[in-house]
Antibody, heavy 115, light 111 residues
Framework: QVQLQESGPGLVKPSETLSLTCTVS????????WSWIRQPPGKGLEWIGY???????NYNPSLKSRVTISVDTSKNQFSLKLNSVTAADTAVYYC?????????WGQGTLVTVSS | QSVLTQPPSVSGAPGQRVTISCTGS?????????VHWYQQLPGTAPKLLIY???NRPSGVPDRFSGSKSGTSASLAISGLQAEDEADYYC???????????FGTGTKVTVL
């Protein structure tokens, strides 16, 4: 079955760019949509955006100006870049496969924005 | 901010039935978009519980059921068990935002 694993720096300085990668194993990244979701500590879930394997994207309007999601089918990976981060971007970041719903999810990775 | 509203918490004794509401609007649930439900056990990633309003993925006990009517949806847990203590989130699509939205989340406590 498909499994997802997030990777990237756990600490990012304010005003810099947060970069994460999600590696898909147990199946091909092709022919599906792939999504990023985040959860600030002690708070609820927020959808960040998704990408189709062909490269078309859809972003949360509240983050659209700062977000880029890309895909590398040769590596079976997709990535998230969030620029100009502030402390409000501190969260656990999850990647997930999107078919009819979001399933499965990666285990999540905590990214802290601090100097 | 979330456009799908859930009660912050619900509780029940073992064996009881509890329900969690998810209230939206005419641009999301009321527009006919599907509602999905996720269970998040403490310290873990969310897991799909119900998809397409009322369908259970394989492996999800039939104690969990979902329904949708008008601009709202509901998740019911019957025969409540201690292992059901978790946070639950609904999720749908919103045409005004042109994107996915999550509910505010509900913490279920087993007394």
């Amino acid at each position: 079955q498909v499994q997802l694993q997030e990777s990237g720096p756990g600490l990012v300085k304010p005003s810099e760019t947060l970069s994460l990668t999600c590696t898909v194993s147990g199946g091909s990244i092709s022919s599906y949509y792939w999504s990023w979701i985040r959860q600030p500590p002690g708070k609820g879930l927020e959808w960040i955006g998704y990408i189709y394997y062909s490269g078309s994207t859809n972003y949360n309007p509240s983050l659209k100006s700062r977000v880029t999601i890309s895909v590398d089918t040769s590596k079976n990976q997709f990535s998230l870049k969030l620029n100009s981060v502030t402390a409000a971007d501190t969260a656990v970041y999850y990647c997930a496969k999107k078919t009819q719903a979001l399933d499965p999810w990666g285990q999540g990775t905590l990214v802290t924005v601090s100097s | 901010q979330s456009v799908l509203t859930q009660p912050p918490s619900v509780s029940g004794a073992p064996g009881q039935r509890v329900t969690i509401s998810c209230t939206g609007s005419s641009s999301n649930i009321g527009a006919g978009f599907d509602v999905h439900w996720y269970q998040q056990l403490p310290g873990t990633a969310p897991k799909l519980l119900i998809y397409g309003n009322s369908n259970r993925p394989s492996g999800v006990p039939d104690r969990f059921s979902g329904s949708k009517s008008g601009t709202s949806a509901s998740l019911a847990i019957s025969g409540l068990q201690a292992e059901d203590e978790a946070d639950y989130y609904c999720q749908s699509y919103d045409s005004s935002l042109s994107g996915y939205v999550f509910g505010t989340g509900t913490k279920v406590t087993v007394l």
